[in-house]
Structures are given as structure tokens and as C-alpha cells.
């Protein structure tokens, strides 16, 4: 009898050490996973910043390659990739996460059939782990890209001067200074216009006139 409530008495004691020695390995499962999740999602922050400010500097400076009058010029060049620069620096700066740069560059080129102007920028950043160290891993590297395509201008103005639009007070017989003002602000400007002389093409068609 006394045997037996003896053995009885060890049966909890020896669940409690199997379930201690279950959650022992279960913790070396678990936290590595854990600490794994938090470094992918630092990794997956700091690519998405990285991209953005990619992004942002093909398209940030694009109106001023579009302005440009030739972007194979090397000083001209030189200052168009300041700009991508600055751009990127103001989108990415300072970096997240303790990140340091690994790469960077960009380039500014021109097509000589299609005149079709490319802005390319590609970076990449060394980002350091914060619970992988105990794997053996110190840190990962993402990178990011940006292409942005430019196209010349070739555009046809229509101005309407007949006597449908003459009489509602806006024509150009009624007051022609109006028309002129516009299309000199729109086209011949080069503080208000979009276009660049020598290489963006504009026509112009009047009809209805006498």
C-alpha cells in the first residue's frame, strides 16, 4: 500500500520536469523565429525607405533634365546627378535603423535616335540584425532601383478665331492681347513655359481669321 501511494506521489513531479524540459526546447524553437520576424521586418522597413527615396529622385529631378539642353554636356550632366543627390539625401536621410550605405549611383543619358532622356538610380544599404548576432549573422544588405523615361515634346496649338467664338466676348478681334499673353506664357516664357528652345518641338495653327 505504502508502495504504491509512493509511486503515485512521483507521477506529478515527473510531469512538471517534462513539461519544463518541453518548454526549454520550445523556447530555443521560438525565440530565434521571433527575433528572426523582428530583423525581416526591419529589413522590409528599411527597403521600402529605400526605394521611395529612389523613386523620388528619378522623378524629383526630372523636370530639371526635361529643361536641360543637353544632358551629355559633363558639367550640365554633373549637375543633373546633384540633383538625383540631393533628392535621395532629402528622401533617405537620416538613414532608419542604424543603415550605412553600401552603394549609390546614378546616371543620366540620352537616346541619340529616339531622344528619349533616362534617369537610372540604384542604391543599396548594409543594415545590421539586432537578434540574428546569436545565428552568426551581423547584418543583411537590401538595395533598391529607379528608372524614369523622359520623351521631347511635339505638340500642334489650335487657336480658334472664327466668329462663333468672336462673339463671346473672348475672341481674338475682340481682343487679340489676351490670345498673345497666353500663348507667350504658355509657349514663349522661359520662366513660365514647360518647353525648352532647340528641343522640344511646338506648332501653331490659326483658323478662322481674316
Same mark, same amino acid.
Not at 490670345?179 to 497666353?182: N, S, T, Y
Given at each position: 500500500m505504502e508502495k504504491s501511494m509512493k509511486a503515485g506521489r512521483? @507521477?506529478?513531479?515527473g510531469r512538471r520536469?517534462? @513539461?519544463?524540459?518541453? =518548454? !526549454?526546447? !520550445? =523556447?530555443? #524553437?521560438?525565440?530565434?523565429? &521571433?527575433?528572426m520576424a523582428i530583423d525581416f521586418s526591419v529589413l522590409y522597413n528599411v527597403k521600402a525607405r529605400l526605394q521611395q527615396a529612389c523613386d523620388a529622385a528619378a522623378i524629383g529631378a526630372g523636370t530639371e &533634365?526635361?529643361?536641360? #539642353?543637353? @544632358? %551629355?554636356?559633363? $558639367?550640365? *550632366?554633373?549637375?543633373?546627378? *546633384? /540633383? @538625383?543627390?540631393?533628392?535621395?539625401? /532629402?528622401?533617405f536621410s537620416p538613414a532608419p535603423w542604424? !543603415? $550605412?550605405?553600401?552603394?549609390?549611383?546614378?546616371?543620366? #543619358?540620352?537616346? !541619340?535616335? #529616339?531622344?528619349?532622356?533616362?534617369?537610372?538610380?540604384?542604391?543599396?544599404?548594409?543594415?545590421? =540584425?539586432l537578434f540574428m548576432r546569436v545565428l552568426g549573422i551581423k547584418g543583411s544588405t537590401?538595395?533598391?532601383q529607379a528608372i524614369a523615361d523622359l520623351r521631347f515634346v511635339n505638340l500642334m496649338i489650335v487657336v480658334d478665331r472664327s466668329g462663333s467664338v468672336d462673339r463671346t466676348g473672348s475672341g481674338s478681334q475682340t481682343n487679340p492681347q489676351i490670345?498673345?499673353?497666353?500663348l507667350n506664357q504658355f509657349v514663349g516664357n522661359s520662366? $513660365?513655359?514647360?518647353?525648352? %528652345?532647340?528641343?522640344? &518641338?511646338?506648332?501653331? &495653327?490659326?483658323?478662322?481669321g481674316n
Open positions: 512521483r @507521477v506529478p513531479g520536469a517534462f @513539461v519544463t524540459v518541453y =518548454m !526549454a526546447f !520550445a =523556447m530555443l #524553437t521560438l525565440l530565434p523565429m &521571433v527575433g &533634365v526635361q529643361r536641360s #539642353t543637353n @544632358v %551629355n554636356d559633363p $558639367t550640365q *550632366n554633373a549637375n543633373l546627378r *546633384n /540633383a @538625383v543627390l540631393r533628392f535621395f539625401n /532629402a528622401n542604424s !543603415a $550605412t550605405q553600401a552603394s549609390y549611383s546614378s546616371s543620366i #543619358t540620352q537616346d !541619340a535616335v #529616339t531622344k528619349i532622356r533616362t534617369i537610372n538610380v540604384t542604391a543599396s544599404y548594409y543594415v545590421p =540584425m537590401v538595395a533598391g490670345i498673345e499673353g497666353d520662366a $513660365t513655359s514647360i518647353f525648352v %528652345n532647340g528641343r522640344d &518641338v511646338v506648332g501653331l &495653327v490659326s483658323f478662322g
